[in-house]
T-cell receptor, first 112, second 114 residues
């Protein structure tokens, strides 16, 4: 079954707004990865997090590794139309041979 | 640096036929992954290789799917015979090692089974 739960499943926002999405699990993760996937393309790595409580930025994107190690958050500030896509969280399941497992994704739509 | 290469980009086959996908990972990456992504869902791991050995294939439907990475570089994923529910995008990814799980993806192969 799905080990990583992402919410919301979809968001429709106005250009310029800030966006927040999260990823939760019943399992502990030692690494959290955030990816973006455009239509017809493979996922592209945005941010990698390695330590509980860590806050990392990549341009307008900021992600945090939850202190419980069971969740992570991704924020996008001042959204632009090219932010449209599906955002996935992922992490290696340490109790399953470090299988790199993905959440179901958050679909972001931005209205110009 | 060249990315992960996959071919073909698209494939349409009839059910019960066989199909093969090819992946060339980023040079120097020891870990290679094959994922199946059904429309509207997140990628689901099918098999994970470390060099030419299998790390995990617990989610690979072994009655019809097979994968190999004989020389620890390129990999092929085969489906025989295909079913309608195999229609999906098959993504290949690679990472430097099992501990370093920053995986980089190819563009995928979109398979349609009719």
């Amino acid at each position: 079954g799905q080990q990583l739960n992402q919410s919301p499943q979809s968001m429709f926002i106005q250009e310029g707004e800030d966006v927040s999405m999260n990823c939760t699990s019943s399992s502990i993760f030692n690494t959290w990865l955030w990816y973006k996937q455009d239509p017809g393309e493979g996922p592209v790595l945005l941010i990698a997090l390695y330590k509980a409580g860590e806050l990392t930025s990549n341009g307008r994107l900021t992600a945090q590794f939850g202190i419980t190690r069971k969740d992570s958050f991704l924020n996008i500030s001042a959204s632009i139309p090219s932010d449209v896509g599906i955002y996935f969280c992922a992490g290696p399941l340490s109790n399953a041979g470090n299988m790199l497992t993905f959440g179901g994704g958050t679909r972001l739509m931005v209205k110009p | 640096e060249a990315g992960v290469a996959q071919s073909p980009r698209y494939k349409i086959i009839e059910k019960r036929q066989s199909v093969a996908f090819w992946c060339n990972p980023i040079s120097g990456h020891a870990t290679l992954y094959w994922y199946q992504q059904i429309l509207g869902q997140g990628p689901k791991l099918l098999i994970q290789f470390q060099n030419n050995g299998v790390v995990d294939d617990s989610q690979l439907p072994k009655d019809r799917f097979s994968a190999e990475r004989l020389k620890g570089v390129d990999s092929t994923l085969k489906i025989q015979p295909a079913k309608l529910e195999d229609s999906a995008v098959y993504l290949c990814a690679s990472s430097f090692g099992v501990a370093n799980t920053e995986a980089f993806f190819g563009q995928g192969t979109r398979l349609t089974v009719v």
